[in-house]
């Protein structure tokens, strides 16, 4: 079965600094790979994913993530964050038929950030 | 293009009673799938239905069920209320091909 582990539980960064967020998954397959964002009390939103081919994604908001098949690892990068990226964050890896149906998330890292 | 719609937003109940949560997908997506969201066990994946008949299972009792209409609606029911149901409950509309899974703001389940 697979499984995502997101080792850190909380970070806080300064406004202006880098970020990357970790994560590690447990996969048979070729891994559908995903990571989400969350703010208080609502759903989730895609930031982005990875299927196949180039293994930097660019997703929305400045992030983009490296899938890493040696390391097991798809870790969330920016290289300047802002205050309004405080949230919780979700890597997720997708198993069955399009990759989307069944979703096996990490525990999630709360981001803090620091005027 | 509309989103993801729950309702109710939120819900108080009892323990031993049930509750039934209602869930629109996108138009046009067949698929649509639950999720529990608690503080300790994280986001943990309840079913997934699509064209009306459930298509995988998560490892939930049997007191969590759902159901899908033809215009893909679908609820999902959760019976003999207890304590630990409390959480927040997720569903995502699927597209019938790769791509991302579109959630809805989900619904806040407290159970006293």
């Known amino acids: 079965a697979q499984s995502v582990t997101q080792p850190d539980i909380h970070i806080t960064v300064s406004e202006g600094a880098s970020l990357e967020l970790r994560c590690n998954y447990s996969?048979?397959?070729?891994?559908?790979l995903f990571w989400y964002v969350q703010s208080p009390g609502q759903g989730l939103q895609l930031l982005l994913k990875?299927?196949?081919?180039?293994?930097l994604v660019q997703g929305i908001k400045g992030f983009e993530a490296e899938f890493k098949r040696s390391q097991s690892s798809f870790n969330l990068r920016k290289p300047s964050v802002h205050w309004s990226d405080a949230a919780e964050y979700f890597c997720a890896v997708g198993a069955s038929n399009f990759g989307n149906e069944k979703l096996t998330f990490g525990t999630g890292t709360r981001l803090t950030i620091i005027p | 293009k509309a989103g993801v719609t729950q309702t109710p937003r939120y819900l108080i109940k009892t323990r031993g009673q049930q509750v039934t949560l209602s869930c629109s997908p996108i138009?046009?997506?067949?698929?649509v799938s639950w999720y529990q969201q608690t503080p300790g066990q994280g986001l943990q994946f309840l079913f997934e239905y699509f064209s009306e008949t459930q298509r995988n299972k998560g490892n939930f009792p049997g007191r969590f069920s759902g159901r899908q209409f033809s215009n893909s609606r679908s609820e999902m029911n959760v019976s003999t209320l207890e304590l630990g149901d409390s959480a927040l409950y997720l569903c995502a509309s699927i597209p019938d091909r790769r791509g991302e899974a579109f959630f809805g703001q989900g619904t806040r389940l407290t159970v006293v």
């Open positions: 996969y048979g397959a070729t891994p559908y």
């Open positions: 990875y299927f196949s081919g180039d293994t």
């Open positions: 138009s046009g997506h067949r698929s």
